[in-house]
């Protein structure tokens, strides 16, 4: 009907809850320290392609302006076969909610990603309490091959960064026969792979500085506010008997 308010044309929805997007909540202050990256990569191997490709990832970002750290995931339990307590389950802990971007590298084994990287990302979990390790951290992805080149590894991963609510850059790197693509002293060959790359780090830079100020707002969610304000108010109305 002309005149009557839009809102009323939306009976399922808690109109309290119900907010605009905020153009000045987008325009939050830029942030001057340089942009904290966690990178994971999947394999213990003495001679690791995925732990070369994100040491190159690593040289990138600090050129960039980037703050880097790995975690090695050497002595990481299996999921579930040890407390959250463990001392490299808290590193892990630690290092995610400390990123503000991260990138995961992956061999692809049988068509997959690596146990080890798989059990990495299990092992950040979607919450802890109210505090979410991966949520609004901008990601990017690559992956290492033994033969052609293939992106089931990077499928997974980018069903999982979406799972774990980050914000998973578009482009994406896939390295073929990566044993051709590195040196004797473990530094990546020039090649379109290599250039590949540096699109991916540079993207996840921009990614990075552009959100990271403002992910808390990105990521409030209507669903979310509603069944807090319930939950709310369920307490106070406990209290009140």
Known sequence: MPGASVLSDLPAASLDH??????????????????????LYGSLRTVS???????????LLTHFGAEVKFFNPEGL????????SHPKVQELRELSLWSEGQVWVSPERHG???????AQIDWIPLSVGSVRPTQGRTLAIMQVSGGSQSFNALNQMRIL?????????PNQS?????????????????????DRVVDVI??????????????????????ERK??????????????I
């Open 227 to 240: 069944e807090d304000a319930a939950k709310l108010e369920q307490r106070v109305g406990l209290k009140s």
């Open 161 to 169: 960064g979406r799972w774990m609510r980050m914000i998973t850059i």
């Open 49 to 59: 392609y995925s732990r070369l490709l994100a040491e190159e990832a690593g040289r």
């Open 77 to 84: 339990p299996l999921p579930d076969a040890a407390p959250a």
């Open 18 to 39: 119900l907010r605009k997007p905020d153009i000045g909540a987008l325009r939050a202050p830029c942030s001057s320290h340089p942009p904290r990256i966690l990178i």
């Open 174 to 194: 896939s390295v073929a026969k990566a044993y051709q693509e590195f040196d004797t002293n473990g530094r990546m060959k020039p090649s379109a792979y290599y």
């Open 202 to 223: 540079e993207e996840l830079m921009k990614f990075t500085l552009l959100t990271r100020d403002v992910s808390g707002y990105l990521t409030d969610r209507y669903s």
């Open 112 to 118: 997959a990603m690596s146990g080890i990287m798989k």
